[in-house]
């Protein structure tokens, strides 16, 4: 098995497989996972009753997911959204 490992991990070093990991990993689905596991407050909530609750965690959610979009580099433009160029 320590095999396996290693040989998984010497492949994951390679500059192919790593332009091929960041270009198709999910950039921000993986945010909301985070969320549960950090202090977001994904785990507690903040509110009491069910429809409180949901709402209060899709604002979170919103909230992230447009810092993240913020971070990739998303701007609007006349027709819509593109990735911003330097």
Known sequence: ???LLAKGRAA????????????TR???ERKL???MRRR???RRARVRGRLKVGA??????AA???AR???LGLVRTGSGWAAATS
């Not at 209060?56 to 959610?61: E, K, R, T």
């Open 40 to 42: 977001h407050g994904g």
């Open 56 to 61: 209060d965690f899709a604002l979170l959610a």
């Open 12 to 23: 994951s070093r390679d500059p192919a497989w790593q332009a091929d990991y960041r270009a």
């Open 33 to 35: 996972g985070h969320l």
């Open 26 to 28: 999910p950039k921000i």
């Open 69 to 71: 979009l913020a971070v």
């Open 1 to 3: 098995m320590s095999g």
């Open 64 to 66: 992230v997911n447009l």
